[in-house]
C-alpha cells in the first residue's frame, strides 16, 4: 500500500521531495551475507529508504525497524499528515520525533520480506538448470540476528555504520534490541516498542496456529506457489488471527461490540455477518493481496524463534553488552508482550548496571497502539531523544 | 471418549452401575420440535443419561448441560476417581455436590451435537429420493433456546418437567440462564458458569476464524463430506484455536513456557517443536477424531448468537423474569466471558429484584476452569445448593 503509493508519486513531486531529504525507494546488492543458520545467501538485495543527510560526522543515523508485513516506506513527504502513507509518518519529518533535519532516518527493509530485499518471493538461479525461479522454500531460515546483519551491511555501504538511534515495534523491536546487544559500540541510543527478550508461550501458540492455517491451504503447494497464485485464503486467515494479537479485547468492544454489519453473511445458517467480522475480513483480503505467504511463515518464525539471550547464556550476559541509553515502550493491552514483559526488560537493563526507562502507552489497541497513538508516542520518545527525563 | 468408556463398560460393571442408579446411555424419540428459525424438526432424536432416581414428589431433578464438544455421560460411576471419564465426574455422585442420593440428575446430548441427538451427522430421509442420507448443512440452524427446548421435552417424556437445579458451564452455562428466563416456573435453582448475557466481540471473532478455518479446507466440501472423512485439519486448527481461548496466557506459560519437545518439527525452517504447539496439536487430533466438523459449526454459531436480551427487549425484562435462586460462576482468566462479565450478570439479576449471588474461580486454565478446579468448583456450588452462603 505505502509502497504503491511511493510509487505513483509523480517525477516533479519526486524532485521537490528529494530536495526535503528522501532517497526515494533505493536498492543495493550485498555481495554475501552469512546467516545464523551457517548457510550464506550471495548476492543479497536490500531494498531502502532514507531522509534527511548524513552529516560529516557521521553520527546522526536514526534507523527505523519496520515490524512483520512492514516495509522501507516509514514515511511519506509527499502525504505528511496522513498517518497511513507510511508507516511511522507522523514521527519523522522536520520538527518531527525523528527530525530529518537533525537525523539521518533510515529504514531498511527487513531480509525475508517481499518488499525488495531478499525474500523467498525473490528471483534466484537454479543450481541445476541454471533457470531463473523463485527461492520458495529453499530461501535459507532467517533470524533476527540475519536481519540485523544486513541492516549493518547496508548502513556500512551508505558509509553510516554508528546508530545514533535505532528504533522498532514488534518485529522492528526486538530488532532494536538486538542491535543494541550484538553491535553495543555501535548504538548511541536504543528504542524498543512492544518487545521483549522473548515470546510468550501464547504468542508461539498464536503464531504456530497461523502457520499451520497458511501451510493447509492447497495453493501452499509447500511453498511453490506462482506469483499471485498463493494461498489468499490461508494467509487471510492468519492476518485475521494476527490482527486479534495486535488489538485487545476491550478495543474490538469499544468498537464493534455485537454490531451487525449490513452486507449479508455468506453464511447465514452461522448467524448475520458482524462488523467484527467485516473488519476481519477486510484486513484479511489486503494482506492477501499485499503480502507473500511464505515471507509471512519466514518472518513469523524469526519473531518466534528470536531470544535475546541464546547467544551469550543468559538475559544478564545479553542485557550486560548493552552500552546504548534505552528506552523499552510497553503498550497497556499488548497480548503478544505484555506490558510487564517490557518493563522487564528495561529493569532488566538497569539490573545489570545499563541505563534504561520505561513508558507505558495506555491505549486499547493493544500491540499495535505503536502505530496508532501518535501523541502518545511523540511524549514518549522526544524526551528521550532530547536526553530528558 | 467418554462415551467410548462407558460402552467399554462391561456387562457385569452396567448391572452394578445400573444399581447404583447410573441408566446407562438412553435414547428418546421426540415426535417434532417448533425451532426459533420457524423450521420444524421431525423427529427429533436425543441421547441423554441420568444418574440417581426421581422422587415420588418430582421435584429432585438436577440437570447438567454440557459444553460444547462435550455429550450426555457427565459422570462415570465405574471410574469415579478418573476425572476425565465423565465430564463432571468429581461432582456427580454419592455424596458430591450434585448428590445422586439426592438429585435425580439428568445430563441430555445437546440438539446438534454428535453424541447421539439429532444434528447434522444424523440420518434422515431425502424428500427427493427417499433415501437415507446425512443432514449435513441441510440441518436446520438452531439456537440455544432451541437446545433448551428439547431438554424440556425430553425431561417431560421422563416425567421430570421442574428442575431443583439446572447447571452449565460455557455453551452449557447459556442454557442454565436460558432456562432460568424462559422457564422461570419450572427452575428453583440455576447454576450459569463460564457465561453471560452474551459473547463479546473478541469472542465473535475468534469463533468466526475457526469456523472459516473449517469451511476452508477442501474436505469438508459444503458440509457434504462422508463420515470419517471431514475436514479433519481444518476442525483440529479449530479446536486449537478454542483451546487458546480455553486456557489463559499466564496458564500456558506457567505450563510450556518456550519448552521444547522431544520429537522434531514438521516443519525445522520455522524453528524447533514446542511443548505448547505439542500440546495444541494432541488437543486437535483428539478432537478430529471425535467431533464433527458441521456440529462443531452449528453449536459454536448457537454460541455467538445467543443473546439473553433477544427476545424480551432488553437484558432488564429477560432478568426480571428469573424467578430461580442464581448463582453466576466465573473464572478469574476466562477469555471468552472474561469475570467481569459473569459478575455483570448476577448484580443485573440482582438489580431487577431478582436473587444472585457471585463466585469466581481464581485459576490460570481459563474458561475451562470449571472443568478442571474441583476443589473450588466443589466449595462455590455445595453451600449454593444446600442454600447456604
Known amino acids: 500500500m505505502a509502497q504503491s503509493q511511493a510509487k505513483a508519486t ?27 543458520s551457517g548457510a550464506t545467501l550471495a548476492p543479497v538485495e536490500v531494498a531502502y529508504e532514507t531522509w534527511g543527510s548524513l552529516a560529516p560526522t557521521r553520527d546522526n543515523v536514526a534507523l527505523l525497524c519496520h515490524a512483520l508485513t512492514g516495509d522501507a516506506h516509514a514515511c511519506d513527504l509527499a502525504h505528511p499528515d496522513d498517518p497511513r502513507a507510511g508507516w511511522w509518518n507522523p514521527l519523522v519529518g522536520s520538527g518531527r520525533v525523528f527530525d530529518t533535519d537533525r537525523y539521518f532516518v533510515v529504514c531498511v527493509n527487513t531480509l525475508g520480506s517481499c518488499y525488495g530485499s531478499s525474500g523467498p518471493a525473490s528471483q534466484c538461479v537454479d543450481l541445476a538448470t541454471g533457470q531463473q525461479t ?3 522454500l529453499d530461501f535459507p531460515p532467517i533470524t533476527v540476528g540475519d536481519i540485523v546483519r544486513a541492516q549493518r551491511a547496508t548502513l556500512a555501504a551508505l558509509g553510516a555504520e554508528r546508530l545514533a538511534v535505532v528504533a522498532g515495534g514488534s518485529l522492528g523491536g526486538l530488532q532494536a534490541l538486538e542491535w543494541a546487544i550484538a553491535y553495543p559500540e555501535l548504538v548511541a541510543r536504543a528504542i524498543v516498542i512492544g518487545a521483549a527478550q522473548r515470546l510468550p508461550a501464547q504468542g508461539l501458540a498464536i503464531d504456530d496456529i497461523a502457520r499451520q492455517v497458511i501451510m493447509a491451504d492447497p495453493r501452499w503447494q509447500g511453498g511453490a506457489y506462482a506469483p499471485g497464485e498463493g494461498p489468499a485464503i490461508g494467509l487471510g486467515l492468519a492476518r485475521m488471527l494476527a490482527m486479534l494479537t495486535y488489538t485487545s479485547a476491550a478495543g474490538l468492544e469499544a468498537r464493534f461490540g455485537r454490531g451487525l454489519a449490513t452486507q449479508p453473511s455468506d453464511w447465514p445458517a452461522w448467524g448475520p455477518r458482524r462488523d467484527v467480522e467485516t473488519y476481519l475480513h477486510h484486513q484479511a483480503d489486503k494482506l492477501a493481496r499485499r503480502f507473500d505467504a511464505n515471507s509471512y511463515l519466514y518472518l513469523s518464525s524469526a519473531m518466534d524463534r528470536y531470544d535475546a539471550a541464546e547467544a551469550w547464556g543468559s538475559d544478564e550476559a ?10 523499552v515502550v510497553g503498550m497497556s493491552t499488548d497480548w503478544l508482550y505484555p506490558p510487564e514483559l517490557a518493563r522487564g526488560l528495561a529493569e532488566g537493563i538497569v539490573g545489570v548496571g545499563g541505563s534504561a526507562r520505561y513508558a507505558e502507552i495506555n491505549s486499547l489497541d493493544g500491540h499495535d497502539a505503536f502505530l496508532k497513538e501518535w501523541r502518545q508516542m511523540d511524549a514518549a520518545l522526544r524526551p528521550f531523544l532530547n536526553g530528558q527525563g
Request: charged fraction near 20%; charge should be positive.
Open 134 to 136: 523463485r527461492w520458495g
Open 10 to 36: 509523480s517525477a516533479a513531486e519526486t524532485a521537490e521531495i528529494s530536495m526535503a531529504g528522501w532517497s526515494g525507494p533505493r536498492r543495493l546488492t550485498l555481495p554475501a551475507l552469512a546467516l545464523d
Open 318 to 327: 545479553a542485557l550486560g553488552r548493552i552500552r546504548a541509553e534505552t528506552l
